[in-house]
C-alpha cells in the first residue's frame, strides 16, 4: 500500500466508518507498540536509575534493539492507516482524522481508538480540543450535514 493516496479523500461518515473497521486493529497493535516502547524506557532508565532525559537512555534503547524495532513498526503502520486516506493525529492515543466536506468548509470527522464508531467533528484548527458531536437528523435539532 502506498503511504499517501494518489488523490486527496473526502470521506462521509458512513465511508470514515467502514475504513474504521478496517484500520482498528492497526490503531490496536500501534497502541500496543507505544506501550512496550513506554515499558522498554520505564526499564531502561530504572537499570541504572537514569533520568528519562539522559542521553545514555537512548544509548540502552539502541544497544536493546527493542524500541528501534517498535518504531519501525510504528511508523509502517501509521503509512499502512493513511493510505486509506484519514490522517492519523495524535497516535500514541489512537486518534484518527478523516477529511470531510461539511457545507463549504473542508473539516475532520475525529475517531479515537475505543470509540465504537465515529461520533465527532472537528475545523481543522480547532483540533480535538474543538471536536463536536455529530447531530442525528432526525431529532429535531439543528444538524450537521456532511456533503461528500
Known sequence: MDAEPSEPKLFTV?????VVEKIRPMVDRMLRAFSQIREEIESATHEKSLQPGDSEVAQRLESRGVAPRLLKEI?????AIQS???????????????????GNEIVFLCWKFGEPKIGHWHRIPDGFA?????????????????VH
Request: charged fraction near 20%.
Open 130 to 146: 474543538g471536536r463536536r458531536a455529530l447531530l442525528e437528523r432526525d431529532d429535531g435539532a439543528q444538524s450537521v450535514t456532511i
Open 14 to 18: 458512513q465511508e470514515a466508518q467502514e
Open 84 to 102: 486509506y486516506g484519514c490522517v492519523v493525529n495524535g497516535p500514541e492515543v489512537g486518534l484518527i482524522d478523516f477529511p470531510c466536506l461539511l
Open 75 to 79: 511508523n509502517g503502520t501509521i503509512q
